[in-house]
């Protein structure tokens, strides 16, 4: 049967009843129940215009700055040209993903990278490594996976007085791989193996910190450890008298451990003691003890820029993603990114990408570092934050609305919205599982299993580029954030994470999770394939089709969040930009407070359009408990509508687009689109969604 469903067409379809009557379309659509799984406001603000206005500008902008691929390559081959918007990421980190090589689980022989191997702690080094990923290459690539994203690899000190570097963020050597994870030869095959088959390989890199190796006299003692009663160093604050500020020095075995040699030297180094990251110490004290690098001194940037050049001419990596950005100041990134991107385009890698880890949800915030600070990229908190707590916590889907109505503040001339990484999980907050988890909704397994499937469509199917945590396509939950999140893919011994009931499963983390029949595996695996097929769904300009104020409180936020939070980002100056945010934190907090209300209906809806070819995709989603309709005005949204695809409708992937496990009495008769003049109305159960096509 066709599926582009026009006026002339008359049929019953699989998926539901299709029938024209009086130039009436009616399209059946019951995505959410389709088979059993495995184990009122329309029109747009003057302030969306001219941010569509400004979005589709830049867009434009941004086709003709990218390297393209030639016409006659599949771009999803060829690495090296493709626009990173084209990607579909997987966050992992190595220690935990596969054990390719057992004989490098200790690390070096001997010395400060060797030892922390503790297979039954969730602390310990487990013995993943390079190997194993480039072992598993053929599981990524039929998850959909187009660009790996490791944690930091480069050598580290294994054991510090907080823990042990199996996550790699405590560096000494900056030009050597970890031995706990392979060697820089393993490295290099790995990412000849990802290019072959058309992966992207990324590093995760630190600028603001090296291991912690530096000691202060005044609170140390001369072999190192604190003195008596002490278990940090306080924070000095920069107006403290030279008299009283601490006194560096390090321990003669470790006189000249880092590499390069200048990492060595105390004067590189803040030494102002422990953050407490707030104020001035957010940027200036040491991260948990780690040494905090000076990086004002014109000695770093040059430095910390020669270090990374030196990593992309002997790799060839597709780009990096940049560790703790808000603890650094502003204007380093100003001259370290365009160095990075630029070397990385004389080198032979034209769309060298570069994101940075901003810990923050507050979209003012999160864009100074894409706007002042020259990042083209940073991740998206703001959008996790707002998934969770629509998907998740059943509150109102105005906060997506909310959301995206900032994305004109990304926007310049070498950065845009639809280049954020967004994501639902990570390493140091936390799993969708586990939000899902702790939500305070009492769900059914299959209800939890059926949000974390809506909620990566939303990922998948807004604007930015998708970043999948590794575990959570196998239902991966967590007992919260940090090493409570991060697992074993391979069989682990952890009991802590042994205990947990995972989603879509009766697996546990004692077993291998390699599971390709795995529900969310399925749904991850189909919605990449969507997304691929379709590249208005990469590429398209979010436009609002649908959000409707669910009670009195709702209209008030949609009225005022935007121009308070204009009004307070305003206060941003770049030398006190702690202070500011501390300050915009408190209006943001109360915003999301305010909005904390349950939503009455989870309807909303939102368009891809290719401002070009005027491609048109509609996506509707029912985030609420209850099946409903809503009626979209498509009166002032272009020319008049003549059909309709239903895009899920023939996905040859589309058995796996969602999970089956809500009760039958979900499946709702009335579950369909009607097209009357410029009209849409769309009837769906609860925890579904659909995309369609529009034709005019």
Same mark, same amino acid.
């Given at each position: 049967?066709?599926?582009?469903?026009?006026?002339?067409?008359?049929?019953?379809?699989?998926?539901?009843?299709?029938?024209?009557?009086?130039?009436?379309?009616?399209?059946?659509?019951?995505?959410?129940?389709?088979?059993?799984?495995?184990?009122?406001?329309?029109?747009?603000?003057?302030?969306?215009?001219?941010?569509?206005?400004?979005?589709?500008?830049?867009?434009?902008?941004? *086709?003709?700055?990218?390297?393209?691929?030639?016409? +006659?390559?599949?771009?999803?081959? =060829?690495?090296?040209?493709?626009?990173?918007?084209?990607?579909?990421?997987?966050?992992?980190?190595? &220690?935990?993903?596969?054990?390719?090589? *057992?004989?490098?689980?200790?690390?070096?022989? +001997?010395?400060?990278?060797?030892?922390?191997?503790?297979?039954?702690?969730?602390?310990?080094?487990?013995?993943?490594?390079?190997?194993?990923?480039?072992?598993?290459? &053929?599981?990524?690539?039929?998850?959909?996976?187009?660009?790996?994203?490791?944690?930091?690899?480069?050598?580290?000190?294994?054991?510090?007085?907080?823990?042990?570097?199996?996550?790699?963020?405590?560096?000494? =050597?900056?030009?050597?791989?970890?031995?706990?994870?392979?060697?820089?030869?393993?490295?290099?095959?790995?990412?000849?193996?990802?290019?072959?088959?058309?992966?992207?390989?990324?590093?995760?890199?630190?600028?603001?910190?090296?291991? &912690?190796?530096?000691?202060?006299?005044?609170?140390?003692?001369?072999?190192?450890?604190?003195?008596?009663?002490?278990?940090?160093?306080?924070?000095?604050?920069?107006?403290?008298?030279?008299?009283?500020?601490?006194?560096?020095?390090?321990?003669?075995?470790?006189?000249?451990?880092?590499?390069?040699?200048?990492?060595? =030297?105390?004067?590189?180094?803040?030494?102002?003691?422990?953050?407490?990251?707030?104020? *001035?110490?957010?940027?200036?004290? &040491?991260?948990?003890?780690?040494?905090?690098?000076?990086?004002?001194?014109?000695?770093?940037?040059?430095?910390?820029?020669?270090?990374?050049?030196?990593?992309?001419?002997?790799?060839?990596?597709?780009?990096?993603?940049?560790?703790?950005?808000?603890?650094?100041?502003?204007?380093?990134?100003?001259?370290?990114?365009?160095?990075?991107?630029?070397?990385?385009?004389?080198?032979?890698?034209?769309?060298?990408?570069?994101?940075?880890?901003?810990?923050?949800?507050?979209?003012?915030?999160?864009?100074?570092?894409?706007?002042?600070?020259?990042?083209?990229?940073?991740?998206?908190?703001?959008?996790?934050?707002?998934?969770?707590?629509?998907?998740?916590?059943?509150?109102?889907?105005?906060?997506?609305?909310?959301?995206?109505?900032?994305?004109?503040?990304?926007?310049?001339?070498?950065?845009?919205?639809?280049?954020?990484?967004?994501?639902?999980?990570?390493?140091?907050?936390?799993?969708?599982?586990?939000?899902?988890?702790?939500?305070?909704?009492?769900?059914?397994?299959?209800?939890?299993?059926?949000?974390?499937?809506?909620?990566?469509?939303?990922?998948?199917?807004?604007?930015?580029?998708?970043?999948?945590?590794?575990?959570?396509?196998?239902?991966?939950?967590?007992?919260?954030?940090?090493?409570?999140?991060?697992?074993?893919?391979?069989?682990?011994?952890?009991?802590?994470?042994?205990?947990?009931?995972?989603?879509?499963?009766?697996?546990?983390?004692?077993?291998?999770?390699?599971?390709?029949?795995?529900?969310?595996?399925?749904?991850?695996?189909?919605?990449?394939?969507?997304?691929?097929?379709?590249?208005?769904?990469?590429?398209?300009?979010?436009?609002?089709?649908?959000?409707?104020?669910?009670?009195?409180?709702?209209?008030?936020?949609?009225?005022?969040?935007?121009?308070?939070?204009?009004?307070?980002?305003?206060?941003?100056?770049?030398?006190?930009?702690?202070? +500011?945010?501390?300050?915009?934190?408190?209006?943001?907090?109360?915003?999301?407070?305010?909005?904390?209300?349950?939503?009455?209906?989870?309807?909303?809806?939102?368009?891809?359009?290719?401002?070009?070819?005027?491609? *048109?995709?509609?996506?509707?989603?029912?985030?609420?408990?209850?099946?409903?309709?809503?009626?979209?005005?498509?009166?002032?949204?272009?020319?008049?509508?003549?059909?309709?695809?239903?895009?899920?409708?023939?996905?040859?992937?589309?058995?796996?687009?969602?999970?089956?496990?809500?009760?039958?009495?979900?499946?709702?008769?009335?579950?369909?689109?009607?097209?009357?003049?410029?009209?849409?109305?769309?009837?769906?159960?609860?925890?579904?969604?659909?995309?369609?096509?529009?034709?005019?």
């Amino acid at each position: 049967m066709n599926s582009i469903l026009s006026k002339t067409t008359l049929g019953v379809a699989r998926l539901g009843l299709v029938t024209v009557n009086a130039g009436v379309l009616l399209l059946g659509c019951l995505i959410s129940e389709s088979s059993q799984a495995e184990s009122p406001q329309t029109e747009s603000s003057q302030t969306e215009s001219a941010a569509f206005e400004l979005a589709s500008t830049q867009s434009i902008s941004r *086709e003709s700055n990218v390297s393209e691929p030639p016409a +006659s390559l599949d771009i999803y081959q =060829d690495y090296l040209h493709r626009d990173i918007r084209d990607d579909i990421f997987y966050f992992v980190l190595p &220690d935990r993903f596969n054990n390719g090589n *057992e004989a490098n689980d200790n690390g070096a022989l +001997s010395g400060i990278s060797h030892g922390g191997v503790d297979k039954t702690s969730a602390r310990g080094f487990h013995g993943g490594d390079i190997t194993g990923i480039e072992q598993k290459l &053929d599981y990524l690539a039929s998850l959909g996976i187009t660009a790996i994203w490791m944690t930091p690899l480069l050598r580290n000190q294994a054991i510090q007085k907080d823990g042990i570097a199996h996550h790699g963020y405590w560096i000494v =050597d900056f030009s050597e791989i970890d031995p706990h994870f392979g060697s820089n030869d393993d490295l290099k095959a790995l990412i000849n193996a990802a290019h072959q088959r058309g992966m992207k390989v990324f590093f995760d890199i630190i600028t603001n910190h090296t291991a &912690d190796i530096i000691r202060y006299s005044e609170c140390h003692q001369q072999d190192g450890q604190f003195r008596q009663g002490l278990d940090h160093c306080e924070y000095k604050p920069l107006s403290t008298s030279k008299t009283e500020q601490y006194s560096p020095f390090i321990l003669d075995e470790h006189a000249d451990i880092k590499v390069p040699e200048w990492l060595n =030297d105390p004067q590189y180094y803040h030494n102002q003691g422990d953050s407490s990251f707030k104020g *001035e110490s957010s940027l200036n004290g &040491d991260f948990n003890g780690l040494d905090d690098l000076n990086t004002k001194n014109p000695q770093v940037l040059k430095g910390m820029i020669e270090i990374y050049q030196q990593l992309i001419a002997e790799f060839k990596p597709d780009g990096f993603r940049i560790d703790t950005v808000r603890h650094v100041d502003l204007s380093f990134w100003q001259t370290f990114t365009p160095a990075i991107i630029d070397y990385a385009n004389q080198q032979g890698i034209p769309n060298f990408h570069v994101f940075g880890e901003v810990y923050d949800t507050n979209p003012h915030h999160l864009s100074l570092y894409t706007t002042e600070g020259k990042l083209p990229s940073v991740l998206d908190f703001a959008f996790q934050d707002v998934a969770a707590d629509i998907f998740y916590r059943g509150k109102s889907p105005l906060l997506a609305k909310q959301l995206f109505e900032q994305d004109v503040l990304y926007q310049d001339e070498d950065s845009q919205a639809d280049l954020l990484m967004t994501f639902l999980s990570n390493h140091d907050m936390g799993r969708a599982g586990y939000f899902i988890n702790g939500s305070g909704l009492e769900l059914t397994a299959a209800e939890k299993l059926q949000r974390s499937i809506l909620s990566h469509a939303f990922m998948f199917l807004s604007r930015g580029i998708p970043v999948v945590y590794y575990g959570d396509e196998q239902g991966f939950t967590g007992d919260g954030n940090d090493i409570d999140a991060r697992e074993d893919m391979f069989p682990s011994r952890v009991n802590s994470y042994n205990d947990n009931v995972l989603m879509g499963t009766s697996a546990t983390t004692a077993e291998d999770n390699f599971n390709q029949s795995h529900p969310l595996f399925k749904a991850i695996s189909a919605l990449s394939q969507l997304r691929k097929e379709h590249r208005s769904l990469r590429r398209g300009v979010y436009q609002p089709r649908y959000y409707q104020a669910s009670t009195i409180q709702d209209s008030a936020i949609q009225a005022s969040s935007i121009q308070d939070s204009t009004i307070q980002a305003s206060s941003i100056q770049a030398s006190s930009i702690q202070d +500011s945010i501390i300050q915009d934190s408190a209006i943001q907090e109360s915003i999301i407070q305010a909005s904390s209300i349950q939503a009455d209906s989870g309807m909303f809806a939102f368009a891809r359009v290719d401002e070009t070819s005027g491609e *048109e995709y509609l996506i509707v989603f029912n985030s609420g408990n209850q099946s409903a309709s809503i009626e979209i005005d498509m009166t002032d949204k272009g020319e008049p509508i003549t059909a309709i695809e239903d895009v899920l409708k023939t996905f040859k992937a589309a058995g796996d687009l969602y999970y089956n496990g809500l009760p039958s009495s979900n499946v709702d008769s009335s579950h369909l689109i009607e097209v009357e003049k410029q009209a849409i109305t769309v009837s769906m159960p609860r925890l579904s969604y659909g995309v369609y096509q529009i034709k005019r």
